[in-house]
């Protein structure tokens, strides 16, 4: 079978992006898969040596900034941003349509032309969210721009009359693909994301959490509490720094943030420790106690699966998705999105030192999902490529 992957920005291998690669690698196997879009060829090469690539727009593409502004520049380098995502689509399109894959499944790239939408985002549905939220966001010019016309581009994606077929990866992202776009008529399917075993291994997590602690003089008696993302906002991470001053016992407590810069000025705290953006996640989940994901919107996000795998005890909201896996309060615990600092403070007190607690949680989190491999996502999605060819062949 012929495959062709179509893909937002690959820079790195984390995030969306690694769910792609992981799932494009095993499809590999016993496929011919070219991922497409704006990748660097260093990045999939170092992946897998199996994936072929088609890159488009990856040098000309100009990155998205949070803009919260009306001034000359911001609405000017927005414009811009505008313009280079809907030429980056048009191309795309073109691309795939002179081409003859027997499956293109859209992974959530802003051109249209699709067999399968693999849906990994409801742009529309994080836009209210935001808009409820921030009514900054709703009021500026810079960001009405952007999100205007990826609002678009996802309307045109989900009217594409090729698309047979569309997989969300979570129950969340189905309600709320049917929700937004109601004149959807293709059948949708939920995939949820997977585990790479090898790198995320709760087995192998002592070790390295004596060798992580060790290197950052952190005793195995003080409390780790993590974030890994690289999204203040849509994370939430305001609402974790706004909490952590709150803490009791706060001098046997550290918070590593691992994705983001250093948030200057309120948030500076001596037991606040910020980390760029690594592919070497496992190191600090096997160091951290909890690890927490407060975001205010996410499809199926791998942070929870990821630090499941590796049984630590997870805090997740409920809009993360991925908590659909789980039993609240027998395996990770969940909160509303809408918690104030407070009361989430109140959350973590509750649970940081309660040792058995969180052993018993973290262990019967790894139960559930370390069978969930990548290969077994593979092999789901691939029976729906089976599924959407019949169709293909029928007409």
């Known amino acids: 079978m012929r495959i062709a992957l179509v893909v937002g920005r690959i820079e790195h291998k984390t995030g969306i992006a690694r769910s792609a690669l992981e799932v494009a690698s095993n499809l590999a196997k016993d ?4 991922i497409v879009g704006p990748v660097d060829p260093v990045v999939i090469k170092e992946f897998s040596n199996q994936l072929n690539y088609h890159q488009i727009g990856f040098n000309n593409y100009i990155r998205p900034k949070t803009l919260r502004s009306d001034d000359t520049e911001s609405i000017e380098e927005n414009r ?8 980056q689509s048009k191309e795309i399109n073109e691309y795939l349509l002179g081409s003859d894959y027997d499956i293109i499944d859209n992974w959530g790239n802003w051109s249209s032309v699709q067999d399968v939408a693999t849906c990994r985002f409801c742009f529309a549905e994080y836009a209210t969210i935001s808009e409820n939220r921030n009514p900054i966001f709703k009021k500026t010019k810079t960001s009405d721009m952007a999100k205007k016309t990826v609002l678009f581009l996802e309307k045109e994606r989900f009217k594409y009359p090729g698309t047979k077929m569309i997989i969300a990866n979570s129950k969340k992202v189905l309600k709320e693909i049917t929700s937004n776009y109601p004149s959807i008529s293709a059948p949708i399917k939920v995939v949820y994301n997977g585990i790479n075993t090898k790198k995320y291994s709760f087995p192998a997590k002592e070790k390295i959490r004596i060798k992580i602690r ?6 195995d008696d003080k409390r780790i509490i993590l974030s ?43 037991n606040i420790r910020y980390f760029d953006k690594t592919d070497n996640t496992e190191e600090f989940y096997s160091a951290a106690d909890i690890v927490v994901v407060p975001t205010i919107y996410d499809a199926c996000c791998n942070v929870v699966i990821e630090a499941a795998a590796m049984g630590c005890l997870v805090i997740s909201s409920d809009q ?3 908590d659909e896996m789980f039993k609240n309060g027998l395996s990770i615990i969940i909160h509303s999105s809408n918690i104030g600092a407070k009361d989430y403070a109140a959350l973590l007190n509750k649970n940081i030192f309660d040792y058995g607690k969180m052993n018993k949680l973290g262990e019967n989190a790894y139960e559930i999902i370390h069978a969930r491999t990548w290969d077994v996502v593979s092999r789901e999605i691939r029976k729906y490529y089976e599924d959407v060819l019949k169709m293909k062949n029928k007409n």
């Open 31 to 34: 496929n011919n898969v070219t």
């Open 80 to 87: 811009k941003e505008s313009i280079a995502t809907i030429n």
């Open 214 to 219: 060790s290197k950052y003089q952190v005793p």
């Open 228 to 270: 890994v993302s690289t999204h203040a906002e849509r994370k939430n991470l305001e609402l974790l720094l706004s909490a952590f001053p709150l803490l009791q016992n706060k001098d046997n407590i550290e918070l590593w943030i691992v994705g983001v810069t250093s948030n200057e000025g309120k948030y500076s705290d001596k």
């Open 320 to 322: 993360a998705g991925s």
